[in-house]
């Protein structure tokens, strides 16, 4: 699990806040991305950055704001949630975007109030 | 369409006897699968994978088995453990080299003493 690691493991954020999830791993990989699990439903993809470009974007509300400075980093700005929005948030990474198996991180459990 | 099924979605089994996971998946252009295991509070780890030209691939007390003709795909676990408990899901790669992968509901193992 210490390949990916993301930060805050739980997080409770309110309508009006602003606050960002983080993913680093330490796999020398190219590909990172963001994936959303709800209760009884499959992992939902949400971002693909390939070299630190986004080369995915599966239809998500720009309330969900991707970042990627660099290969080792990625980020989910969160701006205006709705309750609708809590999930597992999990972060992800291969050696490139199609290249073998997916890492995944531990997740960041977010709770919309 | 693109979709990953899981025939069940809780398999409850004896410790010691042997578990089998099933999953169908829909597109036929489909070349790399992977099986992964969740645990309670932590991201999907990858069990093993297996290419659209093999049927059949063996790891550590877990085998996973391809039919492509009724595209379908099997995990089997020998001599289950209690260790074993977690959800699992089945994810097929569409979309070719840069392709994403696409998971399915998954299937929760309870493994009885």
């Known amino acids: 699990e210490t390949g990916v690691t993301q930060t805050p493991r739980h997080l409770v954020m309110g309508m009006t806040n602003k606050k960002s999830l983080k993913c680093e791993q330490h796999l020398g990989h190219n590909a990172m991305y963001w994936y959303k699990q709800s209760a009884k439903k499959p992992l939902e993809l949400m971002f693909v950055?390939?070299?630190?470009?986004?080369?995915e974007n599966n239809s998500v509300p720009s309330r969900f704001s991707p970042e990627c400075p660099n290969s080792s980093h990625l980020f989910l700005h969160l701006h205006t949630l709705q309750p609708e929005d809590s999930a597992l948030y999990l972060c992800?990474?291969?050696?490139?975007?199609?290249?073998?198996?997916?890492?995944f991180g531990p997740g960041t459990r977010l709770t919309v109030t | 369409g693109e979709s990953v099924g899981l025939h069940l979605p809780t398999l409850s089994v004896q410790e010691g006897d042997n578990s089998i996971i099933n999953c169908a998946y829909s597109n036929s252009a489909s070349d790399y699968f992977i099986w992964y295991k969740q645990e309670s509070g932590k991201g999907p780890q990858f069990i093993i994978d297996i290419r659209s030209n093999m049927d059949k691939r063996q790891g550590q007390r877990v085998t996973v088995l391809l039919n492509k003709t009724v595209k379908h795909l099997s995990l089997q676990i020998a001599a289950t453990q209690p260790g074993d408990s977690a959800v699992y899901f089945c994810a097929e790669k569409v979309g070719g080299n840069t392709g994403k992968l696409i998971f399915g509901q998954g299937t929760t193992l309870q493994v009885k003493p």
């Open positions: 992800a990474s291969s050696h490139g975007q199609g290249v073998g198996e997916q890492y």
């Open positions: 950055y390939n070299f630190k470009e986004q080369t």
